[in-house]
């Protein structure tokens, strides 16, 4: 039996997302820029009989504690791998806005895998640690890794990339939460009869990111999934609005949705547009953020 180990992993916000047509096995090629920001889910991981999930902090109703829940599948795929039983009491402090489109479930995911090889002194490798999180889902590997990194495939094969300074975020909770799937089903209509380019990474946001430069950066942010989130959600283009004319360099939708993101010049802007934001009646919940942040780590 081992002591409880604590993990804390990062939300991420997709600064590029640049989406390919549907492939045969349904997903969709991507050349996805990741940043992982300041905000944090923490997964416990404690010695159990068997394998339970629990959770704390706002929405959690809306997450599932049975072994759906991507940690739970965390824990089952490494015991899986080493012929152990996933004996586990899984606790979730959650703060990263469920259903939002800033990979809080992945987060769970990566966080409970990287706490149960802790626990379970399994010690398995990075690649090893990476491959199953790939298994896991598309966005798992960056929450392990954190940082910024450009994902290609599906989203899981990761390239880390240098990030030059500190940029500074304000992201808009919206009402509800948005289903990946939906999102991704809601491009292909509206892609359908198009020609959708290959994706590919944009070298002057590369450069942006490596310069530390946020006007530079908001020049460039990119969603190819906005379109489909705001058919989904028409009142996000509000929010979205509201945070332009609060002063944010760029408004963005963060990945799928509906979280939006607001890149401000520095942390001063930051807090005046997270205050307009409230104000303006359009969103939830404000979060401030910087990034880059570390990936999983154990605390
Ligand atoms: O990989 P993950 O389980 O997070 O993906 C959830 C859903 O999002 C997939 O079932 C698919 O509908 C969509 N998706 C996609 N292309 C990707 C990533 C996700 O179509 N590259």
């Given amino acids: 039996m081992g002591r409880p180990v604590t993990v804390r992993v990062p939300a991420k916000v997709n600064v590029q997302l640049a989406v390919g047509a549907a492939r045969p096995d349904g997903f ?6 990741f940043l992982a920001v300041g905000l944090y889910d923490e997964v416990t991981a404690t010695p159990a009989d068997g394998l ?7 929405d959690v109703d809306r997450i599932p504690l049975d072994r759906t829940n991507l940690a739970a599948r965390a824990a089952e795929l490494l015991a899986a791998r080493h012929g152990i039983a996933p ?7 959650k703060d990263i806005p469920v259903a939002g ?22 010690g398995s490798s990075r690649a090893e640690l990476l491959d199953i999180c790939a298994e896991l889902g598309s966005d798992v ?10 994902g290609v495939g599906r989203g899981e094969l990761l390239t880390p990339l240098t990030v030059g300074g500190a940029f500074h975020w304000v992201f808009a909770v919206a ?3 948005l289903s990946t799937p939906d999102v991704y089903r809601e491009f292909d209509r509206l892609t359908a009869g198009t020609d959708v380019p290959e994706p590919q990474a944009s070298p002057a946001l590369l450069a942006a990111l490596e310069s530390g430069d946020a006007t530079a950066l908001a020049a460039t942010l990119a969603n190819d999934l906005q379109p489909a989130a705001l058919a989904l959600c028409p009142e996000l283009a509000a929010t979205l609005a509201a945070g332009r004319a609060a002063g944010a360099l760029a408004a963005l939708v963060s990945g799928s949705g509906p979280t939006t ?3 401000t010049k520095d942390p001063e802007s930051a807090h005046r547009v997270a205050e307009d934001l409230l104000a303006s009646g359009s969103c939830r919940q404000v979060r401030v953020a910087d990034s880059p942040a570390a990936g999983a780590t154990v605390v």
């Fill in 175 to 177: 009402e509800g939460g």
């Fill in 261 to 263: 993101a607001f890149l």
């Fill in 28 to 33: 969709h090629d991507l050349a996805n820029v």
């Fill in 141 to 150: 590997p960056f929450s392990l890794v954190g940082g910024a990194a450009l």
């Fill in 87 to 93: 004996d586990v009491h899984l606790h979730i402090a």
């Fill in 101 to 122: 489109g800033m990979a809080g479930g992945s987060a769970d995911a990566a966080g409970a895998l990287l706490a149960c090889d802790t626990l379970w002194s399994t």
């Fill in 52 to 58: 339970r999930v629990t959770a704390e902090g706002h």
